[in-house]
């Protein structure tokens, strides 16, 4: 049995955020990839988009129900079809109740689940990446050449059963039998594979990206290789040496790349001292005086680069503190109330509760006291600062995209390397 495709925003304390690092991750992210969001996971989403789109922009409805509802009643046949064939689609468990024998749009109760958040789908997932591929329009409602090539591609894939005539049946009441719809998921859902024509219409939108930002053309041209993408999962040593692979293939982009490694890198020990603080209030003596093997390195270390990326050619702060944090004493508990202070900020400015108030926990929960010590039996394991870093740095790694970078190239060039 398949479940809908999940998305892991990131690890436990940047899904909550409680020091303000999504704001700049996402300014990061899009100097590269902008085209893509933590949501945005297979091509084939944005196919369906755009024929959806199609559809609906080819269909005369007296219907008074907006463009979000319409777009769901065709979502929901490709929906119901992937899930007859058990691929994991977006929505999966809601499609799942609606594949039993013969099946028509006019069946479904119009309070079903799958009409109740109209936002969390291939519409609220992906419209705003098909805008930056440029295959919509700036409201998403209307198709360019590129996304009406893509979207008839997609249509096309069976010449004896064309996706957009299907759709237009269904939304005339037409009634669809298990085993048509079963056909219909092998050949459109979201694992299955793009014809010819589809890799055809990929690669002209990716060759058409290229020209309109020559900066980044690089990374697609040459793809970092899926299994050097897999091996940097595997451990510290290897994060550090995928970064070191960045570097090399894509000179042009140092200083981005560069950017990336820093952020991360003092993302990473900010959060792990803003944890080790919460764990302090919330386990008590356990972790009273849990901190880095060697603070005074640790510190100094956190203080020097913060002052490198501050003065660097690509710079994203959170609020103020990787400045407040160059301007800080190297001394491992003024950095700590500085990360305090921060996150208190940070928590009111949003109109929420501090988890923290330096030496009052406000709110519990929030972290898991055997994940931080593990975290410290790390550290302890490291034979120097740099080592050190690298370990915590790899714990709270991030999602920089060009896994999907790969996974898209494969798409266009039928490549079976991750097309799985």
Known sequence: ??????????????????????RPAGALLDLLFPQFTVLTLRPSYLSALCCFVKVLNNTKSSSQTGFSRRFRELELFWGIANATVNDGVVNITKYRELCEGDVRLASVPKRHAVFQRLSYGTLGHYTSAAIRWGLVDKEGRRLEPTGSALADSFASRRSNAQL?????????????????????GQRFGVSAQPS??????????????????????????????????????????????????LRAAYPDLRHEIDAFWQFERLAAATLFMFELRVAALEFGE??????????????????ALSNTYKDGA?????????????????????????????????????????????????????????????????????????????RIQFRYR??????KCRRWYDWAEGSTETLQ
């Open 196 to 245: 010819r024509p589809e890799r055809s219409a990929w690669k002209d939108i990716i060759r058409e990206w290229c020209a309109k930002h020559p900066k980044t053309a690089s990374l697609w041209d040459a793809p970092i290789a899926q299994a050097t993408l897999e091996a940097s999962n595997t451990g510290h040593e290897a994060y550090r040496e995928f970064f070191d692979t």
């Open 398 to 403: 991030r999602q920089w995209h060009f896994e």
């Open 164 to 184: 957009d005539d299907a759709l237009a049946r269904w939304i005339d009441g037409e009634s669809f039998s298990h085993g048509e719809m079963e056909a219909f």
């Open 314 to 390: 690509v710079f994203q702060d959170a609020r103020r503190l990787f400045r407040a944090l160059a301007e800080s004493a190297a001394d491992y508990r003024a950095l700590t109330r500085c990360v305090v202070d921060h996150h208190i900020d940070h928590q009111q400015a949003k109109g929420t509760s501090p988890v923290v108030d330096h030496e009052q926990l406000m709110v519990m929960g929030r972290v898991d006291a055997q994940t931080m010590r593990e975290a410290l039996a790390d550290t302890q394991a490291a034979y120097d600062i740099e080592d050190c870093l690298d």
């Open 286 to 303: 356990k972790f009273a005086d849990a901190a880095p093997p060697d603070e005074a390195a640790f510190a100094a270390h956190v203080v």
């Open 1 to 22: 049995m398949k479940f809908t495709e999940y998305v892991v925003l990131d690890r436990a304390a940047q899904a909550v955020d409680p020091l303000g690092f999504r």
